[in-house]
């Protein structure tokens, strides 16, 4: 073999390779669904399809939040048909270059715009002026436009739910959460699981890790692992991947799915998944703009108009518990029940919501401490 | 203090990760190639060992496939950078780059799948011992692999005619090339088996310690890997030092929030990378150390002359 021969052989195997793989085309980008319009115009429909975009800040196979979000998607296209043609961009991270991704979108032809996560808030309020005749939709954020609202879900509902599974499934009244980053959702899920286990269990206390990412699964396993270490028998997590009912699984304890439903990862270990459904939101949403009464508000939907449930309640839980979920879910769809619900303390003892009282959007919104039974200090405080 | 042996044998796994990937780097630099695409190989072998698993069931298969996976990819680079010269650094970005959206593209459809019943291991006799037993005794075989590696390669290194011309390859190609040595050859080789190595580590990720495929699940542990091996003054026991000490602290700073310890989170998750770094860099202080250890030729191109 001479010396140049070997390169040579090299360069032969690698521009076949290269060659076999440009058959197919890598489209982790956008992949554009448009549903076919119909031949003869329907009456009404005289400007074409609707064109929506979404922009996602994770890949649809997460199997969690971006996966919850895609999966609204596709449900609202499949009941609006050749109303709407839906498009999505994953993986944009919540940084300036989403504004990008905002503007090409619209470039494209798009009068709707979905922003499915807080990061994109900035971004957005920068094109919305710029394109008026567009709409935008931010969810979990908090500020809007002359065309830009928000849409959020009441996780909060669905943590307190899964709480109250918790509670009556721990042996070490020890529960653990897997926090993602400290921001007020997060922290007001955390209480709210507290309040939930608390419920039908008042010597429950609840251990927190935060991780510093919505998704990091080797990180989530270590925290898992580090919580399970130190005694607690029940997991539960505001980060978006299974990584923690699997560390369950494999240590023999209970954990609970988040955004999606997560049996299949840990079949003996799960005890019910809080499942967000962006389907209904998402049917009203275009349906605003299809019939021209899109109107700047925020929302924030929750059991009652379906956007939050805990589903797959395992057979280990007891069946009264299992009907005390059913009665707590009529009660959240018909407002005659509410997670928080006066006498509610701070870690300190003090008072912050009266007996009887229930807490408005307002207070809920502000959530920043820990709930009694609640262990550790909420960072950054 | 409670939860000390399950916090020694977290440490232990976590460890391992890095400790292989940075092993396999490690071999690549001491033959003077520095190759930056570590986290692209560590997502390709993990994509490959999780798909091996799924299809076949056997966690063997699934190492050695990430293995090769690892090697393949090495190769990939190798003979770009060895053959046709080209910049190492540019190179190995690209493999990472590559690496990442191609495993991205390849594992969508095993976001969904599940692996089978992930087995349990423990030593028969040792395991059972109280303390230590669940501290040391009841790991998965290839983090006991990935100590015998650790001093295996010592050995090689330090000790064996094989790893002087290793080591000589690293500093001066040139008097190696003087001598008769094939460099380019054996640095291929050298290229090659690190990648197993690294490869072995994406595919422990995948398959044992979180046992799920989701893109970028390395997360950044190819660089951590990296930075290892330079930190660690390309000596073998160190980086095992430096690897278990990551793994340590990253398990000590969710035991400290989970124990309610009033220092703030973020902190607490810089901890694990502050800790290694000041570590290594007080034991690498001597500049002269790093000087005598540091491979001469790390990161430029060799063209044989005659």
């Known amino acids: 073999m001479t010396n140049r021969s070997v390169p040579l052989g090299f360069a032969v195997l690698f521009g076949l390779g290269l060659a076999a793989c440009g058959g197919d085309k890598p489209a982790p980008q956008p992949a554009a669904t448009p549903a076919p319009v119909t031949a003869a115009p329907a009456p009404e429909a005289a400007k074409g399809p609707l064109k929506i975009a979404f922009v996602y800040v994770g890949p649809v196979g997460d199997a969690g939040w971006t996966f919850a979000h895609d999966r609204g998607r596709k449900e609202m296209a499949a009941e609006l048909g050749s109303k709407v043609a839906t498009t999505f961009v994953e993986n944009v991270p919540e940084a300036a270059d989403a504004e990008r991704v905002f503007r090409d979108l619209i470039g494209q032809g798009n009068t709707l715009l979905f922003g499915t996560t807080f990061g994109y808030m900035e971004p957005m309020l920068k094109v919305a002026p710029d394109s008026p005749d567009v709409k935008f939709e931010h969810a979990t954020g908090y500020k809007m436009a002359a065309n830009l609202r928000t849409y959020d879900s009441r996780t909060y509902e669905g943590a307190y739910l899964a709480g109250v599974v918790a509670g009556k499934m721990t042996k070490t009244n020890t529960l653990g959460v897997i926090g993602s980053i400290p921001i007020p959702e997060v922290i007001r899920n955390i209480d709210s699981f507290t309040l939930g286990a608390q419920r039908s269990n008042p010597a429950v206390k609840t251990k927190v890790v935060w991780v510093n990412k919505w998704f990091d699964p080797p990180k989530e396993t270590e925290g898992a692992q580090s919580l399970l270490n130190q005694g607690a028998d029940v997991l539960f997590q505001n980060t978006d991947s299974p990584a923690v009912l699997q560390t369950a699984e494999k240590a023999g304890k209970f954990a609970f799915g988040w955004d999606s439903d997560m049996t299949k990862f840990g079949p003996n270990a799960h005890l019910a998944s809080a499942v967000i459904n962006w389907s209904p939101y998402y049917k009203k949403a275009v349906k605003d703009v299809l019939d021209g009464a899109w109107k700047k508000d925020a929302s924030w939907w929750g059991v009652k108009e379906g956007t939050i449930d805990l589903v797959s309640i395992s057979d280990k839980v007891p069946a009264e518990t299992k009907a005390e979920i059913e009665k707590l879910k009529a009660g959240l769809k018909d407002g005659s029940f509410h997670p928080w619900t006066g006498p509610i303390s701070d870690q300190a003892g003090k008072e912050l919501l009266p007996a009887g009282q229930t807490a408005d959007d307002g207070f809920l919104h502000k959530i920043d401490f820990y709930v009694k039974g609640v262990e550790g200090k909420v960072p950054g405080k | ?306």
Not at chain 2, 17 to 37: F, M, Q, V
Not at chain 2, 49 to 70: E, P, R
Not at chain 2, 85 to 94: H, P, R, S
Not at chain 2, 178 to 195: D, E, K
Request: aromatic content about 10%; glycine content about 12%.
């Open chain 2, 1 to 306: 203090m409670d939860g000390i042996a399950p916090l020694i044998a977290s440490t232990l796994s976590a460890g391992t990760i890095l400790a292989l990937a940075a092993l396999g780097l490690l071999i690549n630099e001491r033959a003077g190639i520095l190759n930056l695409g570590a986290e692209g190989m560590m997502l390709m072998a993990a994509l490959a060992g999780y798909a091996t698993c799924v299809h076949t069931g056997s966690d063997t298969l699934a190492f050695i496939a990430g293995a090769a996976a690892g090697a393949a990819s090495a190769a990939c680079f190798g003979a770009l950078v060895i053959w046709f010269n080209t910049n190492q650094y540019a190179t190995g970005l690209a493999l990472s780059l590559f690496g990442a959206g191609f495993s991205a593209f390849a594992g969508i459809k095993y976001t969904q799948e599940k692996l089978p019943e992930r087995p349990r291991f423990s030593i028969p006799v040792l395991s059972d011992i109280p303390f230590v037993g669940e501290a040391f005794f009841k790991q998965h075989p290839v983090v006991y692999l990935a100590i015998l590696f650790t001093l295996a390669l010592s050995w090689f290194l330090g000790r064996s005619r094989g790893g002087l011309v290793l080591r000589a390859i690293g500093e001066s190609p040139e008097s190696a090339h003087a001598l008769g040595y094939p460099v380019r050859r054996l640095r291929f080789t050298a290229v090659c088996i690190g990648g197993a190595l690294v490869g072995m580590s994406g595919a422990y990720l995948s398959t044992v310690y979180t046992p799920l495929w989701v893109e970028g699940m390395v997360a950044g542990k190819g660089w951590i890997a990296l930075a290892l091996t330079t930190f660690a003054t390309w000596r073998p026991a160190r980086v095992l030092l430096g690897a278990y000490l990551f793994g340590g602290v990253t398990m000590l700073q969710f035991h400290l929030q989970g124990q309610g310890v009033n220092i703030a989170s973020q902190w607490l998750s810089m901890l694990p990378y502050l800790a290694t770094i000041v570590v290594l860099v007080l034991i690498s202080r001597d500049i002269n150390v790093i000087r005598i250890n540091m491979p001469a030729s790390l990161g430029k191109p060799f063209h044989p002359t005659s």
